[in-house]
């Protein structure tokens, strides 16, 4: 079934494609009034390869935000809380996952060209790589995983997308000592892959919270699975954010994106108890859930042409 439905939608996107070669245009803003919240993480360099499914080539970025500009009516976060929306149009929030160090350097020049507003939601330990991207450079560079086998025997044997699958679901700390064995597995190849890793230190964030487009929010401390965690760790990582993002001046500080868009019902009511009272996902569901907005995550393997379809519908 999901292969059926994997060969129906690439066949879909190969129709439009198509439909873009021989000079039908795209026809946009079918929810005029209705809000659309995108899902965006890194920007690299043109010349790069892309290591991940996560990030945009900066001329893509340029590209897909001049069409949004365009297109539709794109909102602050201030007026995503507020409803202050475009009747007429459909309304975009963009959204930008995990606070990398590309959104200042790569990404605001492009969203202050078209004077477009955007939320960044930030981890807050900034100064170490995410687990998630130390891995995607030991992938890339073929680094052999001995010493996190030599660690936990029980992944010999393992191919690199269960590790990565086991690695997800584990707690607090055992998280924190994997991230220490892959950092020094990558360490060597850390300067080459700067972009696909490095954060906004506090300087940066202090500096882009006094730009006019952008809001600054919450997005954990150490991008961990909520799911995994215990209530006190929940409620530990979320004191340590907030105190962090408060010192840094924004006022989104309880303003909350789920760590890869993981949550469940309980969590919802947990935030909500501690006056999170906005809380993004990023899963691609199409059921709607009280307490929760789910977000479209951009896809940077398609055509110009196939995103804004997809945007446009609130979906692949």
């Not at 873009?20 to 245009?25: C, F, H, K």
């Not at 507020?82 to 990404?107: C, R, S, V, W």
């Amino acid at each position: 079934m999901i292969i059926l439905m994997k060969i129906r939608l690439k066949l879909k996107w190969l129709f439009h494609d198509i439909m873009d070669r021989i000079g039908i245009s795209v026809k946009l803003n079918k929810r005029k009034g209705e809000i659309q919240v995108l899902c965006f993480h890194g920007i690299c360099n043109d010349n790069r390869a892309f290591i991940n499914g996560r990030f945009l080539l900066e001329k893509q970025c340029d590209e897909l935000l001049k069409a949004l500009s365009i297109e539709y009516n794109i909102i602050s976060l201030d007026d995503f809380m507020k409803g202050n929306i475009e009747p007429n149009k459909l309304n975009i929030l963009l959204t930008f996952d995990d606070g990398y160090l590309n959104n200042k350097t790569l990404l605001l020049p492009l969203l202050e060209e078209y004077q477009i507003p955007a939320s960044f939601f930030v981890t807050t330990k900034n100064s170490e790589p995410k687990w998630t991207d130390l891995f995607d450079i030991i992938k890339v560079e073929k680094i052999p995983l001995y010493k996190l086998q030599e660690s936990f025997p029980s992944l010999n044997g393992f191919s690199l997308s269960e590790i990565k699958k086991w690695i997800l679901v584990q707690d607090n700390k055992t998280t924190i000592e994997i991230t220490e064995l892959l950092k020094e597995l990558a360490q060597p190849s850390l300067p080459k892959y700067k972009v696909f890793w490095e954060l906004l230190d506090k300087e940066n964030l202090i500096e882009l919270n006094n730009s006019p487009l952008i809001s600054i929010a919450n997005h954990s401390v150490n991008h961990l699975s909520f799911i995994n965690l215990s209530e006190d760790d929940v409620n530990q990582d979320l004191m340590d954010s907030v105190e962090f993002l408060e010192e840094i001046g924004t006022p989104y500080s309880k303003v909350f994106a789920y760590p890869f868009g993981h949550y469940n019902d309980k969590l919802i009511e947990f935030l909500e108890s501690k006056n999170f009272t906005i809380q993004f996902s990023a899963d691609g569901s199409k059921k709607k859930r009280h307490g929760i907005t789910d977000r479209l995550v951009v896809n940077p393997f398609i055509s110009l042409r196939n995103q804004l379809k997809a945007i446009d519908n609130g979906q692949y």
